[in-house]
């Protein structure tokens, strides 16, 4: 019965032999397997669209580049300068306001279905959780 047990600490002290990573490279690691393993990489990359088409749609309100889409337009009193941020990765007071504008926006006036305004609110969630 004892050569099995001095087996298993022969193999344990080989595994307790290597030298232990740095923080930087742990920090690393930890930091790659977030990105592969957080979500599937379709809906990472599904959601990334979705933000990304966001911050657009508010450069364009913000800016007033079209006709009836803008803040003046609309009648909205707010801070133009902190309005901008809305759709940054830390939320602010005008965050859920932009986010609802930019779901009606892609589902009455582009015709989309219940699932983009589903999806773009989740990678909104998602990328504020994680702020």
């Known amino acids: 019965m004892m050569a099995p047990s001095t087996t ?9 032999g290597k ?7 742990l920090q690393n690691a ?13 809906t990472t990359s599904k959601y990334n669209s979705s ?3 966001a911050r657009a749609f508010l450069r364009v309100v913000c800016e007033g580049k079209k006709t009836g889409v803008s803040l003046g337009a609309a009648g909205i009193d707010v801070d133009k300068d902190l309005y901008v941020w809305a759709f940054d ?3 602010n007071k ?3 306001n932009a986010l609802k504008m930019f779901i009606t926006q892609k589902c009455f006036s582009e015709g989309c279905k219940e699932s983009t305004a589903t999806g773009t609110h989740a990678a909104f969630a998602k990328l504020w959780d994680r702020s």
């Not at 030298?19 to 490279?25: D, Y």
């Open 89 to 91: 990765d830390i939320p």
């Open 19 to 25: 030298t232990p990573a740095t923080l930087e490279e």
């Open 94 to 96: 005008y965050s859920s």
């Open 30 to 42: 930890r930091n790659a397997g977030k990105k592969d393993f957080l979500m599937a990489k379709g």
């Open 8 to 16: 298993v600490a022969v193999q344990k002290n080989k595994k307790r």
């Open 51 to 53: 933000v990304t088409a």
